[in-house]
């Protein structure tokens, strides 16, 4: 067998420069990471970059959709079929995926906040395509609507706060915790989606406990 027959594939430049993006928004944030380091990481050059890519902002939003966990798909299938598994396991699927989602996109998008053009064409790059970060709340609050309706949420319920709730709650755990000398919160995964699902549904359910 040939040299080049035991050598891997390689990714092609748009897929080597998606992976360059996040690996480098993780560690420095969106802001500070440049078209010109993405580039070299991946090993490309700035022109072949821009045949994929419009700019950094085009970047984060393909890495948001195609490198980070995605919480539309799934809420959006719940909502269609409302009624499915229990109320409490969906939002602790929810929950588990969120968190995760906000792991990675907190320290990336953090550092917009300190550009304000930046953010400006980072926000009309998300609405250009239908995304934003109001997204997963609505989302969520559709299957909780869809739920109230089948029975299975309090008929009283505000579905719009719960999903605030729940989302704000994952989107914290990666703000929060970042910050103290480990890094890691108190509790697992699994711990987090779980209490923070039950937590929510007690203000939801329609008979107690």
């Not at 040299?3 to 990714?11: H, M």
């Not at 995926?97 to 792991?103: H, K, V």
């Amino acid at each position: 067998m040939s040299a080049a027959a035991d050598t891997p594939a390689r990714p092609p430049a748009r897929a080597r420069i998606l992976d360059a993006a996040h690996e480098l928004m993780l560690g420095v944030g969106m802001a500070r990471t440049t078209t010109k380091e993405i580039a070299r990481a991946a090993d490309c050059s700035e022109a072949a970059l821009y045949k994929h890519f419009t700019g950094k902002e085009d970047l984060f939003v393909a890495v948001l959709a195609e490198r980070l966990p995605r919480l539309g798909p799934l809420m959006a299938e719940l909502a269609r079929e409302p009624g499915v598994g229990s109320v409490e396991d969906n939002l602790t699927g929810i929950a588990r995926l969120a968190a995760l989602f906000y792991e990675q996109s907190v320290p990336i998008a953090a550092s917009l906040y300190a550009e304000t053009q930046l953010k400006r064409r980072h926000d009309g790059a998300l609405r250009e395509v239908g995304a934003g970060p109001h997204l997963p709340i609505e989302g969520l609050a559709a299957y909780l609507l869809a739920e109230q309706r089948g029975g299975r949420v309090r008929a009283d319920a505000d579905t719009y706060t719960a999903a605030a709730l729940l989302m704000g709650a994952c989107c914290q755990r990666a703000f929060a915790y970042d910050a103290t000398e480990s890094g890691a919160s108190p509790q697992s995964l699994d711990t987090f989606a779980r209490a923070a699902a039950r937590t929510v549904l007690a203000g939801l359910s329609p008979t107690p406990g």
